[in-house]
C-alpha cells in the first residue's frame, strides 16, 4: 500500500531516455566468448588448481570493537542529520542531501566499495553502537534458526519494489519518512531478538554481508586474504542463503530490464511519451517478482540438469544452495554496471549539495563555481570507454562466477571431471547471462 500513497512525481537524472548508438554487438560477442572460454577450459583444469587458486592466507588484525561502536553512533548521528534535512531541505532530490546520499553514497558507492573491501556495514550500521550503549537485554527473544533469511529475502524484494515501483523514491521528504520508520523497525527487533536480528532480517546486513565475502580480504582478528569470492566458501549452504543471493540478482537484473523499450513495448507504453511512473507501478512489481520466481526456477532446473549428468539428484538442495553464492560476482558486476553512469552523474550533485547542503548559497568546500556536467555523454570516445567500462565489470563477474562455481563444485564431488559435468550447464546458463547483461547495457531505455 505504501507505493500508492500520494506524492511528488519528481524527475531523476537517472531516469531519462538513453539510446546507445555505439556498434555493441561486436563486444558482447567478445564478452560471452570470454565467459565461454573459461567455462570450457575449467572441464580439463584439475581440481587442486582450482582449491589453491581460492585458498586463504592468513592476516591478523587487533580487536577493533570499540572502535566499531563509536563508527556506529557517528553513523547514527548523519542520519539523523539526513533525516531532519530530508523533512526540511531543498525539494529538489539533486539538491537534497537525504535522496544523494541514500542513493548516490549508500546504494552506489558503498556496495560497490563493499565487494572490494568487506563488509563496511558491520561498521556503519545505526543500530549496533547504540544498542550496545544501552545494553543488550539479558536473555532476548530468540528467532528460529530454521527461519534462515527468508524475512531479510522478503525486505530485499519490498525494497526493490520501492526503488522501482514506487512514485517518488528519490522525494527527500518521502524517503526520509520511510528510512526513519525502517530504523525504528530493525531497532524495535534488534532490542527484542538481540544480533540474529540483523543477521536474518535486516535487509541491508544479509545484503553487505554477502557482498562483502566477494572481498579478497576479511578484516577480522582471525581474517585473512585471498582469491576474491573465497569467504563464500565459509558460508553454510542454506536454501534461503542461496534463493536471497538469486533474489539480488534477479532484483537487480529487472532494475535493468523495466527501463527498456523493450519492457515498455511489452507492458503497452510509448517509451518516448513515458506516462509517469505512477501508470506502471502494478506491472513494475508484478515483473519483479516475475523475474525473480523465474530466476530461481531456471537455476534449479540447471542445478538438478548438472546432477542429473553425474547421476547425483539426492545432493539437490545442497548444491542448490552452494552454487546460488557463485552466481553473486554476476550480482555484483552487474550492479557496479548499472549504476555507473548515475554515479557520474549523481556523484557530481552529491558534491555540490555537500558543498551546499541547503542551497542557499553557502560553499563550505570552497568548490564554487561548480557546475555539473553530462558532457561525456555527447562525445563517442567518452561513451565508449563508459560502456567498456560497463560490459567489463559484466564480463568480469560472470567469468569469476564460473571459476567460483567450479571451486564450490570440487567441493561437491570428489572427482574433479564429475565437478566439471555437474557444472556444464551451469556454465552454459552462466553464458547466456552475459548476453542478457550485456543486451541490457546497449539496449535503448526510456523510462
Known amino acids: 500500500m505504501v507505493l500508492l500513497w500520494p506524492g511528488l512525481a519528481l524527475a531523476h537524472v537517472a531516469e531519462q531516455g538513453f539510446v546507445l548508438l555505439l556498434p555493441t554487438g561486436v563486444y558482447t560477442a567478445a564478452g560471452v566468448a570470454a565467459v565461454a572460454l573459461t567455462a570450457f577450459v575449467l572441464i580439463a583444469a584439475p581440481a587442486e588448481r582450482m582449491q589453491r587458486l581460492f585458498a586463504a592466507r592468513r592476516m591478523r588484525l587487533p580487536t577493533v570493537e570499540r572502535l566499531r561502536i563509536f563508527t556506529s553512533l557517528l553513523s547514527l548521528i548523519a542520519l539523523v542529520f539526513l533525516i531532519y534535512v530530508g523533512f526540511n531541505g531543498p525539494r529538489d532530490p539533486l539538491s537534497n542531501l537525504m535522496p544523494l546520499v541514500f542513493w548516490t553514497f549508500f546504494w552506489i558507492m558503498l556496495v560497490t566499495l563493499a565487494g572490494v573491501f568487506g563488509d563496511l556495514w558491520r561498521w556503519l550500521n545505526p543500530w549496533t553502537g547504540l544498542y550496545r550503549l ?11 534458526a530454521a527461519l534462515g533469511v527468508w524475512p531479510a529475502t522478503a525486505l530485499v524484494i519490498l525494497f526493490s519494489a520501492f526503488l522501482l515501483a514506487d512514485i517518488a523514491p528519490d522525494d527527500p521528504a518521502r524517503l ?10 530493525t531497532m524495535f527487533g534488534l532490542v527484542l531478538f538481540g544480533p540474529a536480528w540483523l543477521s536474518q532480517v535486516e535487509v541491508f546486513s544479509a545484503l553487505f554481508r ?8 576479511r578484516a577480522r582478528p582471525d581474517g585473512g586474504f585471498g582469491a576474491p569470492g573465497w569467504r563464500l566458501l565459509g ?15 534477479g532484483a537487480g537484473s529487472f532494475d535493468g530490464l523495466n527501463e527498456t523499450f523493450w519492457w515498455l513495448a511489452r507492458i503497452g507504453v510509448n517509451p518516448l511519451e513515458f506516462p509517469g511512473r505512477s501508470a506502471v507501478v502494478a506491472p513494475t512489481i508484478l515483473g519483479l517478482v516475475a523475474s525473480i520466481v523465474l530466476l530461481i526456477a531456471a537455476f534449479a532446473l540447471t542445478v538438478w540438469l548438472g546432477l542429473w549428468i553425474t547421476q547425483s539428484t539426492r545432493d539437490f538442495p545442497v548444491a542448490f544452495s552452494r552454487l546460488a553464492l557463485s552466481l553473486l560476482p554476476i550480482a555484483f558486476g552487474y ?17 555540490a549539495a555537500l558543498s551546499d547542503p ?5 560553499d563550505y568546500l570552497g568548490l564554487a563555481p561548480f557546475y555539473v556536467t553530462t558532457g561525456f555523454f555527447n562525445h563517442m570516445d567518452t561513451v565508449r570507454i563508459i560502456w567498456l ?11 569469476w562466477a564460473v571459476l567460483l562455481a567450479h571451486r564450490m563444485a570440487t567441493d561437491l564431488f570428489p572427482s574433479g571431471r564429475k565437478a566439471a559435468l555437474a557444472t556444464a ?6 553464458v547466456a547471462y552475459t548476453f542478457l547483461g550485456l543486451w541490457l547495457l546497449a539496449a535503448p531505455r526510456g523510462a
Not at 558460508?235 to 540478482?249: D, H, R
Not at 567500462?389 to 567469468?399: E, R, Y
Not at 550447464?425 to 552462466?430: D, E, I, K
Request: proline fraction near 7%; charge should be neutral; hydrophobic fraction near 55%.
Open 134 to 144: 544501552i545494553g543488550a537485554p539479558q536473555q532476548p527473544l530468540r528467532l528460529p
Open 176 to 185: 526520509a519518512y520511510f528510512v526513519g520508520i525502517y530504523w525504528l523497525f
Open 210 to 217: 554477502l557482498y562483502g565475502a566477494l572481498s579478497p580480504f
Open 235 to 249: 558460508i553454510a549452504p542454506t536454501v534461503s542463503t542461496g534463493v536471497l543471493a538469486l533474489t539480488l540478482l
Open 335 to 351: 550492479h557496479i554496471a548499472h549504476y555507473f553512469t548515475a554515479f557520474l552523474v549523481n556523484g557530481q550533485y552529491l558534491l
Open 358 to 362: 541547503w542551497a542557499d548559497g553557502s
Open 389 to 399: 567500462t560497463q560490459a567489463g565489470a559484466v564480463v568480469i563477474g560472470h567469468v
Open 425 to 430: 550447464p551451469l556454465s552454459a546458463f552462466m
